[in-house]
């Protein structure tokens, strides 16, 4: 499990909001943590404004000489923090200088503070992060109870998690079925790994629960018939109208996944298109046309089971070229784990990656509209190392920010209520009581950092 970042400008002195608004004046709150950290009281700071992407050739670029940025000053409180405002014009991230001067006169820096301006579309988004592919023991090939798993993710940070089992939904409804009683602020979504009998077709259906509680695999099971019919009639109808190189019915056959997903309410995903079994799981040219004709709402464009998985490589720079070509379809991560531990095992690839999602609420309708209005992207990260996200420049951008300021306290609130939601699943009664007493710790966080207050 990641150990959370710890940079040390976090834990010795805090500023919020982080986040600002572009064009909207913001006030902040400014203070030192610790007596060696602490402001002095009724002494004038000033803080320099330096942005990190200036294009206006009046302002010098260089930070050597930071005095010629702009600037605003304020008095330590007797509590040692300082209050300022000021008014971002480009969205973009911005350092903080903050300074005082010594006795004799000389400009010191104390702090730097980093925040985020952001335009109003991606200032009502809440970051999060979260998997939407892994399975659990109601895999053939998986391990762990679900509920389990769930805490686990929890526990590394994660705001929602899809257990997506071989053939069926039955995890993702334990756990969520489960959880219901127990206070947390962890999303669990219904979730599958679809697969169609004697064809090289996998998909995931993230939130689509069909009547009598079964899932798209069941449901074709249960009406062989009905479905190969439908199939049929989509392959007939496109036929003539299919690129070359594409198999009508390979093509019907996800089309009508991915709309038997969508008719329930639920979001569409390729799974690991260019995962390689003799052959890649997508080629190249359908991939390209459920991207165009936007059949899926999302690709896993990073996902683990090893590190610098080479078929992620190929995702990636599939994506981008689709992309240059004026195709868009919303990245995601995720790990595919099929257990939590043993690392000496490719199957363990748990928080290797992610998906993160700009959502306007933590609902799944939520997180629906995220993914299918391209608020998301595909972050990984192998044993510690850096992050590599796929995504747009903006959002990428952002991402970077986050995973920096925001997500190192966040994902030590969560991991204390991942904990505790497994010792209580376990039997532990007393772990009720603290779940119920941090409940709303991590909304609280939200409110602060991003200036909701």
Request: include cysteine; hydrophobic fraction near 35%; glycine fraction near 6%.
């Amino acid at each position: 499990m990641k150990i959370p970042n710890h940079n040390p400008s976090l834990y010795n002195y805090e500023i919020f909001p982080k986040v600002a608004e572009l064009n909207r004046l913001t006030s902040f709150k400014a203070r030192g943590l610790g007596i060696d950290n602490a402001l002095t009281p009724g002494r004038e700071y000033t803080i320099y404004i330096i942005p990190r992407e200036e294009n206006n050739s009046s302002v010098l670029l260089s930070i050597s000489d930071f005095t010629k940025y702009d600037s605003v000053c304020a008095a330590a409180d007797e509590n040692g923090g300082i209050e300022f405002e000021y008014t971002f014009k480009r969205e973009q991230i911005y350092t903080l200088r903050l300074t005082d001067k010594d006795d004799g006169g000389k400009i010191r820096v104390i702090n730097n503070f980093r925040i985020f301006c952001a335009a109003p579309d991606l200032y009502a988004r809440t970051p999060m992060r979260g998997n939407l592919h892994c399975h659990t023991c109601k895999s053939v090939d998986g391990h762990e109870d679900p509920y389990l798993a769930a805490a686990t993710y929890r526990r590394a940070g994660f705001d929602f998690l899809a257990i997506t089992d071989h053939h069926n939904v039955d995890g993702s409804v334990y756990a969520i079925e489960k959880s219901k009683n127990i206070p947390s602020e962890m999303s669990l979504y219904y979730g599958e790994e679809v697969h169609v009998p004697n064809a090289y077709i996998h998909a995931v259906n993230v939130g689509a629960l069909l009547p009598g509680g079964i899932g798209v695999d069941n449901y074709y099971h249960e009406n062989e018939a009905k479905v190969k019919a439908e199939v049929a009639e989509i392959a007939a109808e496109y036929k003539d109208h299919l690129p070359e190189n594409i198999e009508p019915f390979d093509f019907a056959w996800r089309k009508w996944i991915a709309d038997t997903i969508h008719e329930y309410g639920g979001i569409a995903i390729l799974a690991h298109p260019f995962w390689e079994w003799d052959a890649n799981n997508t080629r190249d040219d359908v991939f390209r046309y459920l991207a165009k004709e936007k059949i899926y709402d999302a690709a896993e464009i990073l996902h683990g089971q090893e590190e610098g998985c080479p078929d992620a490589h190929m995702a990636a720079a599939f994506w981008n070229d689709m992309r240059a070509d004026g195709i868009f379809i919303s990245p995601v991560g995720v790990d595919d784990a099929h257990m939590r531990y043993f690392h000496w095992s490719y199957e363990s690839a748990f928080n290797w990656t992610s998906t993160m999602i700009f959502a306007k609420d933590p609902s799944f309708d939520g997180f629906a509209e995220a993914i299918k209005n391209g608020y998301s992207v595909a972050t990984e990260s192998y044993e510690d190392g850096p992050e590599h996200i796929v995504g747009t420049y903006r959002l990428t951008k952002y991402t970077l920010f986050l995973l920096d300021q925001y997500f190192p306290y966040h994902d030590e609130l969560c991991f204390e209520e991942g904990c505790r939601m497994r010792d209580y699943y376990l039997g532990e009664e007393k772990s009720r009581e603290v779940l119920e007493m941090i409940n709303g710790r991590v909304a609280d966080y939200q409110k602060k950092f991003f200036g909701r207050e």
